[in-house]
């Protein structure tokens, strides 16, 4: 166990502590760092350990959070690790149909693609591999750590991205300044943007939306509605491209 002697947590408030990117939304709580991620994966550690995290909390006077783990841990195939998946997924085995495609490499596959080409610009490499894996059946995915990347892609490349999936918190040049710079030179229809980050404040979105995305997803993401909403923005340069050619 550990104890504190801090402000306390409400009772309403106890339950949604455990929650990712969840925080206690009160003057006193708010004077610590943080985006609201510590305590959820506390808690998906104990759990799949076969274990349980509690929180026995009073205000004003303290807070106190029990770990108990079984003596004989549990075989980890047995415990349900959905959440955890949707928490922080694990890198995924890149299936053959959806290689990771160099910008050497693009020129070539790309004229003889068959599914439509996504731009993931991200500078983890554990999310672009979890893009790769759960998009790669649906699109040919290029993966570029950076903004500078990104842009010199977009410059160089012989066949334009059918949708772009952009994050916005990543160093020297963040996703709205990304976007704003595309926008110079391609709209929204003609170059569909999907931002998604861990900030989902509404002053990141509004920053986003006023850069010129056509839509925006808080991290973690539920990959079947990413699927749709980029289907979404793609329909739109379909519509553009049908009437350019009517």
């Not at 080409?117 to 490499?125: F, K, P």
């Not at 900030?199 to 010129?212: S, V």
Request: proline letters at 5%; one cysteine or more.
């Amino acid at each position: 166990s550990v104890s504190d002697t801090g402000v306390g947590i409400a009772k309403e408030n106890v339950k949604k502590i455990f929650e990712p990117f969840k925080q206690v939304d009160s003057s006193k709580a708010r004077c610590a760092e943080g985006i609201g991620l510590g305590l959820a994966i506390a808690h998906e550690v104990v759990h799949l350990h076969g274990g349980e995290l509690r929180v026995d909390s009073e205000e004003d006077v303290g807070t106190t959070f029990t770990v108990r783990l079984p003596t004989l841990m549990v075989d980890r195939n047995t415990v349900c690790r959905e959440s955890w998946s949707v928490l922080a997924p694990r890198p995924p085995i890149m299936p053959p149909s959806a290689p990771r495609i160099n910008t050497s490499q693009s020129e070539g596959l790309v004229s003889n693609r068959v599914r439509p080409l996504l731009l993931s610009v991200d500078d983890s490499e554990v999310n672009q591999q979890a893009v790769t894996g759960s998009l790669g059946k649906h699109y040919v995915v290029h993966t570029v750590m950076s903004g500078q990347e990104a842009l010199k892609f977009l410059e160089t490349c012989s066949d334009m991205p059918d949708v772009i999936l952009l994050d916005n918190m990543m160093p020297e040049m963040t996703g709205v300044e990304v976007c704003r710079t595309v926008r110079k030179t391609h709209s929204k229809m003609e170059l569909p943007i999907l931002m998604y980050s861990a900030a989902g404040d509404l002053k990141t979105m509004l920053e986003a939306f006023n850069a010129g995305c056509n839509d925006f997803m808080v991290k973690p993401t539920d990959s079947k509605l990413m699927l749709a909403k980029l289907k979404v923005a793609r329909e739109l340069r379909t519509i553009k491209d049908k009437s350019m050619g009517a």
